[in-house]
């Protein structure tokens, strides 16, 4: 975890992204952020956030409608920062998948994060442990297969992801179980297990953060000791939905372990990279963004690894 720690292990919210790390950003770029946070938005700005506003999207984007602009700003700069540096490591990372369905809210992450959640998955449980992950698009059961995990069951809502888990599986010779399931309702009965560990990658809200973890409890059985492995960018929750994130978890009968920013990373399909750039070239003038080359090739979020503390 970087930046100063708060309360339940959490970074701080002015600390929760690199902007203030002059590793990261030079001391001239920290300043025309800051600047560009207290100026008032642009007039297509706010015409756009009236129009989300009164959209009717789902809380996970609307919320971006009313929220303070130097969150927005903190956000995207921080998502570019984190670009920059992991374009200078390896800038050919792809994505484990190239299927979207944007109903289910998905974005295939990089096979380096596929592969740095299974270096995870084996210092918190053993081979032999059985592993769930709820939501599979980013093919993660499949990597654990391969790195020798003999209990491991995927669980999806998308039919064509459960196929592709399937095909990979018997075609490498892999004991994945696969199973189309929709988390909004009950799990089956076969499927309620004493999982050792659980992946899960919600969206981006509160909402959407309880709705899995509830999940996760009921396929677990409420089991005592179970580790979940939640993927979420924090920064998007906003300040007040990350205010409101550790009653939730405590809500839950769970406590806190690790906290890592910028653990996943997710490559931004081409035609939306360029909206992307576009938008941040018109409305975020800064150094980190003024580059004619520059975009948006992947998408950062975070990690945390919680455990269930209850009695069954």
């Not at 129009?51 to 409608?65: D, N, P, R, V």
């Not at 992450?109 to 980013?138: F, N, W």
């Not at 990979?168 to 179980?177: N, V, Y």
């Not at 709705?211 to 677990?220: G, I, N």
């Amino acid at each position: 975890m970087d930046g100063k720690a708060g309360l339940h292990g959490l970074p701080i919210w002015e600390t929760l992204s690199c902007l203030s790390d002059d590793r990261i950003l030079s001391e001239a770029e920290q300043k025309e952020i800051i600047e560009l946070r207290q100026k008032k938005p642009d007039l297509l700005i706010r015409i756009a956030r009236l129009l989300l506003s009164l959209s009717g999207s789902g809380y996970t984007y609307q919320k971006f409608a009313s929220c303070p602009w130097e969150d927005i700003v903190d956000l995207i700069h921080d998502q570019a920062a984190r670009n920059r540096l992991l374009q200078q490591d390896d800038p050919k990372e792809q994505a484990v998948s190239a299927y979207l369905n944007r109903e289910h809210n998905q974005l295939p992450c990089t096979l380096m994060t596929a592969r740095k959640r299974v270096l995870e998955a084996r210092r918190l449980c053993k081979p032999e442990d059985p592993v769930l992950v709820l939501g599979d698009d980013d093919m993660v059961g499949v990597e654990l297969a391969k790195a020798g995990f003999t209990d491991v069951t995927s669980v999806e809502i998308d039919d064509y992801i459960c196929q592709q888990l399937k095909e990979r599986s018997k075609a490498e010779g892999l004991s994945l179980k696969v199973h189309r399931h929709d988390i909004r309702k009950p799990p089956l009965k076969e499927l309620i297990r004493p999982y050792h560990l659980i992946f899960l990658d919600p969206m981006y809200s509160l909402e959407g953060i309880e709705m899995f973890l509830r999940s996760a409890l009921e396929f677990s059985g409420n089991r005592p000791g179970t580790y979940f492995f939640v993927s979420v960018h924090l920064q998007s929750l906003l300040r007040d939905g990350f205010s409101q994130l550790p009653q939730l978890i405590a809500s839950l009968g769970l406590s806190w372990g690790e906290v890592y920013k910028g653990f996943n990373a997710y490559p931004v399909p081409d035609r939306v990279g360029w909206w992307i750039a576009f938008f941040i070239r018109r409305f975020m003038k800064t150094q980190l963004m003024s580059s004619e080359n520059f975009t948006l090739k992947f998408f950062l979020s975070d990690a945390m690894i919680l455990k269930n503390e209850k009695s069954a």
